[in-house]
């Protein structure tokens, strides 16, 4: 009896360490809240609600930088491009692979603890390749969204699936390609199918059922706000996606998203107005997905200028005022700062050559002045950027991103008519070359030979000033770059681009320090990670995510 | 090696490293544009509209209106029985074929030039009809007058300094041909660009460049070796805007001629 009771005691008392110690290891929505804490992960697409893909860690800095070496290498077992964030909680990767499969990994070795695999409904449709960016952890599960338009949980240790829930009607073409993102108790989503006459949203749903808590329409209904900038039936079919994570201000309890293009995307005299919130910053309370503030970047858009890019928040002393600001360099060629209070616009410029506007009025908004037929519009369709995640740097106070300079798109506009699934684009266009015939830039790179040459566009690493939203250097490579940012709090700045080179540039700078050929195109930005007071990057390269540390 | 010293001493025209401007671009694009301005190397907008009428009556009845309905034949896109030349073209036109299943026409010169325009443009009314000549003749001023063979490649015969034109006639179309030799600076590929590149040790090299990235360049050199350099390890960079050939000085017919022998060149 004795005995029974000392056992019982003992296994209570086992259960409850247990407990405790799961509650440790469970990403709680407080650890993400302060992810600052804990600069060894990386728990949120883009590193953090601010979205400034900036690490305190400095274990590799611009003196011992050139001393990093390949310290292990994940094979992709299915082609296409790979535009996966892996996330890192406590020496765990979680990577998802095209088109829809997540892994969980050692990240000190790279080997696989599990795989899942969702199978996709045969008719799932996206525009622009099997994509996934990634998965959002919370607590003991991670999220992903697939192609046909479902919210997945799995458990964290052993990747069972715990529910699915449909988010959209992949009979209505309608995807999800984003990392999902995780507030509080809910599990947030946007959807993708701009180039099939989709109405998006952002949905939320409830971490641990699945259940639908929210869902808000980037295009307002009869009798809502704004209406009225579409006529007709446009809006049931008006495009307006959101792909791309967004970001979080808990003290303004505000979640930020990108807005992409209104549909047909090239015909915009078919749906005449503003076609609000196509092209468009908004603002969405957490709790109940409220709109509570819009910018629209680009009225009545006939470019495809997704507004998809990360909203990237700071608060910083700007022009002398104490400012909550967004930092926005928008496909459409200017770059942005908003004040994320209201949307209200502080400054904007262009980065490149822009001849679609000739400049923005005081609140923001463009003047048109839309080129003849037949002649080139700068930027060109895949715009000045897209949706590659820039970095912030509160140490150097730059903001840092991928331009496409000299790039143009000759387009053509014709009247399209919407079928639900079908592609619904109103036109079509050709990228300008310097000779008839010549190849020029498509989605990717798939050819070892740049046969287009820096004649049809090239890569501008831009660092921004938000101060003067002009560029304090830049950093150009002879193709063009899809490569997002990572910086560092020792000022480094990780990139790649098309060509494959994974770049360590001096993030004050600008100077090169040190770069590695891996062969393939880099299409997501790097994160950073720490397990075992050893500093690692990892970087994903054409089919291979491979990982870096200093000399032992 | 007189054909390689020949190549490259017309290399006459250097700009600096990387500095394509966006003017300079525009201009290449609509010169190209230009360039399709009529000329006695090809037919007129009236020749094509002309012989589109001739073809609803005459022609459309048994080739159809694609031109695609006899077996073998397919008039819009270039598939023909024998036909290889604008002449070998009216001569079926003018006295049959295929022992009195394609009758004999009696068309005026005018009209039959039309019948020709139209199946060159495609079926295109907006098109451009490039007057295709005789592949024979074509041949000899390639591999004579016309200097083309003394740097292009042919089945195994010629130097590799310039791209091989063995597969080019299943490759480009006749109007990009007929522009490559009228207006070679407007139709050259980006990529084919000529290069001088001076290295560190002093060696000059000029070539043809076949790759470029941000931090190294591959070319194939005027000894037909294929080199690869690091930029930090050159102390000179150029890139010609210019193709190594001038515009051509053959006359229309003979670049009618030369175009007719190069679409022959689909491969081994």
Not at chain 1, 152 to 181: C, F, H
Not at chain 1, 257 to 277: H, I, S, T
Not at chain 1, 393 to 403: E, K, N, Q, R, V
């Amino acid at each position: 009896m004795e005995l029974r009771n000392k056992f019982l005691r003992w296994s209570v008392l086992l259960s409850s360490l247990l407990i405790a110690q799961l509650a440790v290891g469970q990403v709680s929505y407080d650890r993400i809240l302060n992810s600052k804490d804990e600069p060894q992960n990386w728990l949120t697409y883009n590193g953090g609600y601010m979205s400034q893909r900036h690490s305190l860690l400095q274990q590799i800095d611009r003196e011992n930088v050139d001393q990093l070496e390949l310290k292990w290498v994940l094979q992709n077992q299915v082609f296409g491009a790979w535009q996966s964030n892996p996330i890192i909680v406590d020496g765990i990767m979680y990577v998802t692979e095209r088109p829809n499969s997540v892994m969980a990994v050692d990240a000190v070795t790279g080997r696989v603890f599990w795989k899942y695999r969702h199978q996709n409904a045969d008719n799932a449709l996206v525009c622009c390749g099997a994509n996934n960016r990634g998965v959002a952890v919370l607590n003991d599960k991670v999220y992903m969204g697939t192609l046909d338009a479902h919210l997945i949980a799995l458990d964290r240790i052993n990747g069972q699936v715990l529910w699915k829930a449909e988010v959209g009607d992949v009979n209505r073409a309608y995807s999800v390609t984003m990392a999902p993102l995780a507030v509080k108790d809910k599990i947030m989503v946007g959807v993708g199918g701009g180039e099939f006459g989709i109405r998006g949203y952002v949905a939320a749903f409830d971490a641990e059922t699945g259940e639908q808590a929210w869902k808000t329409y980037t295009i307002p209904a009869p009798g809502e706000p704004n209406h009225d900038s579409w006529e007709g039936d446009d809006w049931e079919h008006g495009g307006a996606p959101v792909w791309i994570t967004g970001s979080f201000d808990p003290d303004l309890n505000l979640t930020y998203w990108g807005v992409g293009n209104p549909g047909p995307d090239w015909n915009a005299g078919q749906r005449p107005g503003d076609n609000l919130y196509s092209d468009s910053a908004i603002a969405l309370d957490a709790d109940t997905g409220e709109l509570k503030w819009h910018f629209q970047f680009t009225p009545n858009d006939a470019y495809d200028y997704d507004s998809v890019q990360v909203p990237v928040l700071a608060d910083v002393e700007w022009r002398g005022e104490s400012k909550k600001i967004m930092m926005w360099a928008n496909r459409n060629g200017y770059f942005y700062v908003l004040d994320r209070t209201n949307g209200q616009f502080l400054e904007g410029k262009p980065y490149v050559k822009v001849n679609w506007s000739s400049g923005l009025d005081e609140n923001g908004r463009p003047i048109p002045s839309p080129q003849p037929e037949g002649m080139p519009t700068y930027p060109g369709n895949q715009g000045g950027t897209n949706w590659y995640p820039p970095s912030y740097s509160p140490s150097t106070g730059l903001f840092y991103f991928s331009a496409w300079e000299n790039y143009a798109t000759i387009y053509r506009a014709e009247e399209s008519e919407y079928i639900p699934g079908r592609a619904f684009l109103g036109g079509g266009f050709s990228v300008l070359a310097p000779s008839p015939g010549a190849p020029t830039i498509g989605i990717g790179r798939t050819n070892p030979i740049n046969n287009w040459t820096n004649e049809v566009g090239f890569a501008s690493l831009k660092a921004m000033d938000p101060q003067t939203g002009e560029a304090v250097w830049s950093y150009n490579q002879f193709d063009v770059s899809d490569s997002g940012m990572l910086t560092t709090a020792s000022d480094l700045l990780f990139t790649g681009g098309r060509e494959g080179y994974f770049h360590g540039i001096d993030a004050q700078s600008g100077e090169l320090l040190w770069n590695v050929s891996l062969g393939g195109q880099i299409v997501m930005a790097p994160v950073t990670y720490m397990v075992n007071d050893v500093q690692y990057v990892a970087v994903i390269s054409g089919n291979s995510l491979s990982v870096f540390a200093l000399e032992e | 090696m007189k054909y390689l010293q020949h190549f490259f001493e017309i290399l006459y025209s250097w700009s600096p490293r990387l500095t394509v401007s966006v003017p300079f671009i525009l201009l290449l694009k609509f010169s190209s544009l230009q360039a399709q301005e009529l000329g006695d190397h090809q037919y007129t907008t009236d020749a094509i509209e002309r012989g589109n009428r001739i073809y609803s009556r005459e022609c459309a009845l048994c080739h159809g209106p694609q031109g695609d309905i006899v077996d073998g034949v397919n008039l819009r896109v270039g598939i023909f029985k024998s036909v290889q030349s604008d002449d070998d073209l009216r001569t079926v036109v003018t006295q049959g074929a295929g022992q009195g299943q394609m009758p004999a026409f009696g068309f005026s010169d005018a009209d039959l030039d039309g019948i020709v325009a139209f199946i060159r443009a495609g079926f295109d009314p907006e098109g451009v009809a490039v007057r295709i000549g005789d592949p024979r003749r074509g041949r000899e001023i390639f591999e004579g007058r016309g200097e083309c063979s003394g740097c292009h490649r042919v089945n195994g015969i010629g130097p590799r300094t310039a791209p091989d034109l063995t597969e080019i006639g299943a490759i480009r179309t006749p109007a990009s041909l007929q522009q490559n030799l009228i207006d070679p600076a407007a139709a050259i590929l980006p990529i084919n660009r000529p290069v001088r590149l001076v290295t560190r040790n002093e060696e000059t090299v000029l070539g043809r460049r076949l790759n470029e990235d941000t931090y190294t360049v591959q070319v194939v050199d005027s000894n037909e070796r294929l080199r690869s350099f690091r930029k930090s390890d050159l102390v000179t960079y150029e890139i010609s805007m210019r193709p190594s050939k001038g515009p051509t000085e053959l006359s229309g017919d003979e670049v009618a001629d030369v175009v007719g022998y190069l679409l022959t060149l689909r491969g081994q």
